[in-house]
């Protein structure tokens, strides 16, 4: 095995940490050790920091079309080293090959994407109520940038950060997860190896509490961009607010799925099954809440168990793998108590339900019915293999039931009535929503959720908008 050497990137260095703290990182597939990772000490942390904001000084006057092109080399190495870093990927966070290579290859187009739109950090002239006055709106990068990202997504997480920031002209600082460390060094390695300078990105790792704590206490990070749970995005809020560092927060959600007696009832479960069970549900915009109409809920449920049954769960190497181990052992306990509250609830398990004898943080495909809305996993994020459904009458009920939570990530609706569908455009609280499929992240469209689903977007002009403050300049020569 040829797994990612683990090191911190501190201006411009790859080194260990100064304290010589680390922690193993597993593989959730076979448990096995596959290396050590550096925690950053504090020390350490300054220096990224100080770094970042000497950089900034001469990476927000580089022209853009020089950012666009270290870029571009960047994304040519990593395309080099395409079947390696999407294999360690897998090793590391346990999704199929198959996943970890589409995955590189979209984080690759974000990277251009952002690159590109770099280029487009328009201002604008506005006509004045005077002559000889002009009136001129800059935007310009908001300066360093800290950036905590999870483990569901290795790649993406932190090309949606870095992309971001580096094409729009900030520097940055950002925390992977301690559990994907080697898929963002691998695309750390490439951008220094495209001529990055140092202090424009670091990379380090560490107790994430203690990690983000040391640096929100600081003044020198302008923007914190966050992808993670809901109640570490309001933690962390709490700490940006003392410094008055500006947030996008990319949280998690509870999305409903939303499927109609007009629909074709095969290919409706075809699609949301396999929406469902991509990274083993380890998706914020995964659906978890499947309300189906009651004359349909019969047959639907039947083509969704059909269709479950197809998925090979296995390590995610194997050719024929559908579906991996969730990220590590932790989850396998957090699953068995959704399905104990759901059965206490009066739900009944249709399939699966619990952990796979083999080794490895395996949970099996699980299917659930009759869950009401008083069960856990109708009202918490269950991030993982559970699919419960339950059964609605009424287009005003199930847009109520839809909207009931916190959460407003994503939603889906299967139907091709149009009536319904204006309905939904106008009355689902979610910052994403798909109809007839559950596509919703594009590298040139704005993510986001609203709600306790956090704020901002990422991708779109509106991504790159986020690391960019808004000034305005006002001149007259009649004095
Ligand atoms: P978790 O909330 O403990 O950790 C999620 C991520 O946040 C980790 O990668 C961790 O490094 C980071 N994190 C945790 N505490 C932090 C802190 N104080 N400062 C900075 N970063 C911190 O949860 P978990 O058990 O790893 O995962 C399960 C939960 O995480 C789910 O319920 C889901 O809501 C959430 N999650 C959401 C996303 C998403 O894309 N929105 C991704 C992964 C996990």
Known sequence: MNYEKLELLINGTWRSGSENKSEPVYNPATNEIIGDLPHASKNDLKEALESNKEAFKSWKK????????????????????????????TIEMGKPLVEAKMELSVGLDVLRWYGEEGKRAYGRLVPSRMNGLSQTVIKEPIGPVIAFVAWNFPVMNVVRKIGGALAAGCTITIKPSEETP?????????????GLPPGVLNIVF????????????????????????????????KLAAENMIRCTMELGGHSPLMVFDDIDIKKAAKISVAGKFRNAGQVCVSPTRFLVQDSIKDKFTEAIIEETNKIKVGNGLEEDTNMGPLIAERRIDVMN???????????????????MNRVGSFFSPTVMTDVKDNAKIMNEEPFGPLLPIDSFKSVDEVIDRANRLDFGLASYAFTNDPKIIDNLRSEIQAGLLAVNSTVVST??????????????SE???EGLDAFLVTRFISETYNI
């Open 62 to 89: 580089e022209p853009s079309l020089n950012r666009q092109k270290i870029i571009e080399n960047a994304c040519r190495i990593l395309e080099d080293k395409f079947d390696r870093v999407a294999t360690n990927l």
């Open 182 to 194: 080697g898929t963002a060094i691998a695309i750390g390695r490439a951008f220094v190896e495209a």
């Open 206 to 237: 560490g107790v994430p509490s203690e990690v983000s704590e040391y640096l929100c206490s600081s003044s020198i990070p302008r923007k914190l961009s966050f992808t993670g749970s809901v109640p570490v995005g309001k933690h962390l809020q």
């Open 337 to 355: 108590e959704f399905v104990k509250d759901a059965i206490e609830s009066g739900a009944n398990v249709e399939m699966g339900g619990n952990r």
């Open 443 to 456: 590298p040139e469209t704005p993510f986001g959720g609203i709600k306790h689903s956090g704020y901002g």
């Open 459 to 461: 991708g779109g002009i």
